[in-house]
């Protein structure tokens, strides 16, 4: 799949560019901190350029791409796999496969439709039958049946998804992931 084009990516990689303190944050490890810097600088402005749900979506796969390439955690996104368009896979496809048990599966709905998340989860659950081994990223707090973290000004729980994946590759066995020291 290629990138489009998108304002809502570019105001981010170009807030990031220009930040003073986010490279010292990624040396320093601490990514909560830059994506509370982010979502502090960031979001009135992306909110205001689409629909909230599909602004905050590509928002929170923007932040968590530039994240996991440099926390150096393997990752995948906006992968075709088996008619399903999956949002982020940790490790990736072919762990998936052979052990669902190693693999996170992320989901970054563009709605906040209790019914259109849940249908999702649903289709997810067929490819990933530990149901703790998918989340959701969401631009309001909704009741869901799976892990969830809510991008947002206020209650925003997003900033410790990196911490959380990365306990997760670490219990997963894959300890490759030592530098975050979790």
Known sequence: MSDEVNPIKDHLFDYIKK????????????FDVIINEI????????ILMDKKEKAVGILATGILHYLLTNA????????????????????????LEKDAKMTLLILIPKSSDKKII???ISQL??????????????????SIDCKSFVLSKENNSFSKIIFEIA??????GSNKFKILRI
């Open 125 to 142: 659950r067929k490819i990933q039958p530990t149901k703790e081994n998918i989340w959701a990223v969401l631009s309001d707090d909704v």
């Open 118 to 120: 849940d249908e999702k």
């Open 72 to 95: 150096l955690l393997n990752s995948q996104r906006k992968v075709d796999y088996q008619g399903m368009e999956l949002d982020i896979v940790i490790p990736d496809i072919k762990t």
């Open 19 to 30: 930040s003073n303190s986010i490279e010292n944050l990624i040396h320093e490890k601490k």
């Open 167 to 172: 306990r997760f590759s670490n219990v997963g």
């Open 39 to 46: 979502i502090e600088n960031c979001y009135d402005k992306v």
